[in-house]
């Protein structure tokens, strides 16, 4: 087994905003990224959409497209999480949009085209918080949600723009991030 690790870490991928001025952001990404350099696996830290409004279908169906551009990658080697923009309104269920098109649980895979089985590195928790291991190194992976008391910002949307977690995640994190006797002395832990 190798001692090293190469991943890809991107964000703002903006796909709809970037479509409609002609430009395909997440495939291009994926192509350069394929060939400038051997990753075992990709970071996605947010903001797949970049409109000003709650994400639609045909947005997540475009980010669907652009995937496709993956060669010598998986799907299952790209792992997600919210941003602001990902978020769904105050009345709409809980980030539906994000978690249905990218799917980091592979709970909505029709859509995200994530197979959980195919997973090099499987997750552990929700769509909302979740973990995964590579060798000596924990990934832990915190989604942007719209907190509904929060109803400044963003105008109708209401929120908080610049980002926010659940209550019940930053315990998660917490409990995550506490060091245990079972936990090696060279474990690493990358936050996300």
């Not at 008391?149 to 994190?173: K, Y």
Request: proline residues 4%; contains cysteine.
């Amino acid at each position: 087994m190798s001692d090293s690790l190469a991943f890809w870490a991107f964000s703002d991928a903006h796909v709809g905003t970037d479509r409609r001025s002609g430009r395909d952001s997440l495939a291009d990404a994926i192509r350069q990224a394929e060939s400038a350099f051997a990753w075992d696996f990709a970071l996605d830290l947010g903001d797949m959409s970049g409109g000003q409004s709650v994400p639609a279908d045909d947005e997540g169906e475009e980010i669907a497209r652009q995937f496709t551009a993956l060669g010598s990658h998986r799907r299952e080697d790209i792992y997600s999480l919210a941003g602001n923009h990902d978020r769904s309104g105050l009345d709409e269920p809980p980030n539906w949009w994000w978690r249905k098109w990218l799917d980091p649980t592979g709970d909505n895979s029709r859509y995200s085209g994530i197979d959980r089985a195919r997973r090099r590195y499987p997750v552990e928790g929700t769509w909302e918080r979740y973990s995964f291991r590579v060798g000596n190194v924990l990934f832990l992976m915190m989604s942007d949600i719209n907190e509904p008391s929060r109803t400044i910002g963003r105008g109708a949307l209401g929120g908080n723009p610049g980002g926010v977690v659940s209550a019940d995640t930053f315990t998660w994190w917490k409990r995550m991030v506490k060091p245990t006797r079972s936990r090696s002395s060279s474990a690493r832990i990358i936050t996300c």
